[in-house]
């Protein structure tokens, strides 16, 4: 693996080493150790994440390495550089037509797939369900149990390759038509209601104790979230700027299905 990530990051620098068949070669056999998860965008270690940029770069160097080409499956056609994930039936992963998995994602057995679609480079652990018209992005790193509602946009990145793609860490419930990109991280067992909308910049305020309490990119462990709008002057006068208000936890006392729905209650949370 060290030899296949040297070989990538000096192609990545000089793309005439493309020419060269064992530079492909690692180009490919990196591509196919992320279809099989042997081998991630983003992983999480000593409780801290940390971000592969070289299999990045293998993922833009697939691109130019690969040709468009024609395929069927059933009644539908395509026409692309990278095809759809087989095997599914092997993989124990469920995919509802016409959802969708490219190759070089991973999704563990026992995750459900309905209409939507998963990209290359995305990682999607057991027991979690991509609902319908539901999108992971490039790279986005999604855990275990987790619910993606309905038209979740989960943004994907390529470029830099050293940026961190968004993460969503295991049993975490994302509210229908919520968007979260620019690498936010969505910490363990949070709950996102309806609409609710992250990126970078976007202020994510703890209003549960007696002042504020200001996030950025990070939404911490056990969250109920939901969307709001604060005041900012402009020129041209004062208007309202959404962000997101965190207005409670869930607990740790409950089963974890039962604090979600739980939560859901309490809270008044919109899905």
């Known amino acids: 693996m060290e030899k296949q990530r040297q070989l990538i990051e000096q192609c990545f620098e000089d793309r005439q080493r493309l020419a060269d068949p064992e530079t492909r070669r690692a180009v490919h056999a990196t591509i196919a150790a992320l279809d099989a998860g042997t081998l991630r965008v983003a992983e999480k270690k000593d409780d801290q994440w940390q ?6 770069q293998a993922i833009l160097l697939y691109f130019a390495v690969t040709e468009m080409k024609a395929w069927e499956a059933g009644p ?3 026409h692309d550089k990278i095809p759809i994930k087989r095997d599914l ?20 057995r026992g995750a459900v797939v309905m209409p939507g679609y998963v990209n290359i480079g995305a990682w999607v652990g057991s027991g979690t369900m991509v609902d319908t018209w539901a999108t992971v992005g490039s790279c986005a790193q999604i855990g275990r149990n ?7 946009g989960i943004g994907g990145v390529l470029e830099p390759p050293s940026a961190s793609p968004v993460i969503v ?4 419930f994302i509210g229908s038509r919520c968007v979260v990109v620019e690498g936010v991280r969505v910490e363990a067992e949070s709950v996102l209601g309806a609409n609710v909308v992250l990126t970078a910049s976007t202020q994510i305020i ?3 104790g007696p002042e504020e309490l200001v996030h950025r990119g990070r939404v911490p462990a056990r969250s109920v979230v939901i969307p709001g709008v604060r005041s900012k002057r402009f020129p041209a006068g004062e208007y309202g700027v959404p962000c997101a208000l965190i207005i409670g936890r869930r607990t740790e006392a409950t089963d974890k299905k039962v604090s979600l729905n739980q939560a859901l209650r309490d809270f008044a949370v919109a899905v």
């Open 169 to 172: 860490e295991d049993d975490c």
């Open 89 to 108: 039936d092997k993989a124990g992963v469920r995919v509802v037509p016409p959802g969708t998995i490219r190759y070089g994602a991973f999704v563990e």
């Open 206 to 208: 703890d209003v549960t």
């Open 76 to 78: 539908l056609a395509f």
């Open 146 to 152: 987790v619910h993606l509602a309905g038209g979740v």
């Open 51 to 56: 971000v592969n940029p070289w299999v990045r």
